[in-house]
């Protein structure tokens, strides 16, 4: 929810309160967030790997602790978590 206008949110007093209590490292990453937005992304493979989900589950927690990730966790995108007016066609959520 922290990627939209706290105007846009039922959430936006929590954001905010959020915002104002950020400590310096956070305060460093957001700073940082705009030139990784810019980086291209990879791109992608060319051959599809058939996993189970549990598979998945391990190599992306693993991949998110490797990145200095102190938790992740793994859920089946629910059509009531996303905003009015957005779409989103995947079937697995990863929060970070």
């Not at 959430?11 to 967030?33: C, N």
């Not at 927690?61 to 905003?83: C, E, I, L, S």
């Amino acid at each position: 929810m922290y990627w939209h206008d706290p105007d846009a949110t039922p959430t936006g007093r929590l954001q905010r309160w959020f915002y104002s209590r950020m400590p310096p490292r956070v305060l460093q990453a957001r700073e940082a967030r705009p030139r990784a937005m810019e980086e291209p992304l990879a791109p992608l493979a060319a051959v599809l790997i058939d996993r189970s989900a549990a598979e998945w589950t391990v190599l992306v927690r693993q991949a998110a602790q490797d990145a200095g990730g102190d938790d992740v966790g793994v859920t089946r995108m629910k059509p009531q978590r996303v905003f009015e007016g957005y779409e989103v066609t995947a079937r697995f959520a990863i929060v970070l």
